[in-house]
């Protein structure tokens, strides 16, 4: 298959997916039917208004093997095969709602030399209530960056650049991320206030990164900025596509 058609397959899942997330939130709320109806739900439906904390370690497949192939060639580590990382999360479920909102950052923990980081808003319905069980599904929409320090062998190009500057040079790229996903809680300890409990997830990543720039980071007061040089370089770029599968611990604090 070309690369042509490959990228058609994947803007047509994304496509599907970003419609069917728009149906699924514009649903109407039938949660009165549904609990006389379904002969399974022998409890009350949750009503108070929640806020979790969420930690979890990532597994992903996404890959651009153009900048793992120029990493390889100037002797740095590229990213494992399957690489490693840990995400935070903040999220809220208002009074009598089935959605769940939040807000999460995590990078790649696993040995390489590319920095990696990201920052993403999630909107997930519950679709299953239980007790001591949801399982939800839904969308993440966000940015990432990566960031690559040049302390070792380089081109030509931009060693000389590193000498003219004085300066220990970086490439740097942001992105786009768009993050369909489901996700499955269990919370087997639960007081009326607290409840604690483990969570997975699937979500299928689609990652549309810019061109890499080349440049320094510079301290302004107690911050630092990155300065480019240019913005533009020889060093290629690809979108990245790929699943990512989360496990973690679940902390849930309600109020009246």
Not at 45 to 53: A, G, K, N, P, R
């Amino acid at each position: 298959m070309t690369s042509t058609g490959c990228m058609g397959n994947h803007f047509a899942m994304l496509t599907a997916l970003l419609l069917l997330s728009v149906l699924v939130f514009a649903q109407p709320n039938n949660d009165s039917l549904y609990r006389s109806s379904n002969s399974l739900h022998k409890y009350e439906d949750d009503s108070t208004f929640s806020v979790l904390f969420n930690i979890s370690t990532v597994f992903t497949t996404a890959k651009d093997p153009k900048i793992n192939n120029f990493l390889t060639k100037y002797g740095y580590h590229p990213p494992q095969n399957i690489p490693v990382g840990i995400n935070l999360e903040i999220a809220t479920i208002p009074f009598n709602s089935k959605m769940m909102y939040s807000l999460q950052g995590g990078t790649i923990i696993s040995t390489q030399d590319i920095v990696s980081a990201h920052f993403t808003l999630g909107a997930y319905r519950r679709f299953v209530e239980r007790k001591h069980f949801w399982f939800l599904a839904g969308l993440g929409l966000g940015t990432h960056g990566d960031r690559v320090v040049l302390d070792g062998n380089m081109p030509e190009s931009f060693d000389s650049l590193a000498k003219a500057y004085n300066k220990l040079l970086s490439l740097h790229r942001t992105g786009f991320l768009v993050e369909p996903a489901a996700r499955f809680f269990w919370n087997p300890i639960q007081t009326k206030k607290i409840q604690l409990g483990l969570f997975a997830g699937t979500a299928y990543d689609f990652g549309f990164n810019t061109k890499w720039k080349l440049g320094y980071f510079k301290e302004n007061g107690q911050f630092t900025s990155f300065k480019r040089i240019r913005n533009t370089t020889n060093v290629q770029t690809q979108k990245e596509f790929g699943w990512a599968f989360t496990d973690g611990i679940s902390f849930c604090f309600k109020f009246d």
